[in-house]
């Protein structure tokens, strides 16, 4: 079974940086396309940021020049580097594994940790 545990999540005051891990058992992050999304109250969930396999990224526009996704499949984490918060990117974030399973994709979602940014 498949399970991710978020944590790094908290308070920062605008400016600040965090560092989101998410960490993987039952899968590794190394053959998985991994990616962190986030939503916030009364807002649909959107994508942040994803690594591919490969370990090529891709990022929102919202995210560009100032989120970094990683991974070291040593400890088959992930993680999201988040510097020159805002108040905008307050959020519940959430990391997502999908992997392809005997032709099947499947995905799953951590259970989330809250991010917020105070003005």
């Known amino acids: 079974q498949v399970q991710l545990v978020e944590s790094g999540g908290g308070l920062v005051q605008t400016g600040g940086s965090l560092r989101l891990s998410c960490t993987a058992s039952g899968s590794t992050v190394r053959t998985a396309a991994m990616a962190w999304h986030r939503q916030a109250p009364e807002k649909p969930r959107q994508l942040v940021a994803t690594?591919?396999?490969?370990?090529?990224?891709n990022y929102a526009d919202s995210a560009k020049g100032r989120f970094t996704i990683s991974k070291d499949t040593a400890k088959n984490t992930v993680y999201l580097q988040m510097n020159s918060l805002k108040p905008e990117d307050t959020a519940v974030y959430y990391c997502?594994?999908?992997?392809?399973?005997?032709?099947?994709?499947?995905?799953?979602w951590g259970q989330g940790t809250q991010v917020t940014v105070s003005s």
């Open positions: 997502k594994l999908a992997q392809l399973r005997a032709g099947v994709l499947e995905t799953y």
């Open positions: 690594i591919a396999s490969g370990g090529g990224t």
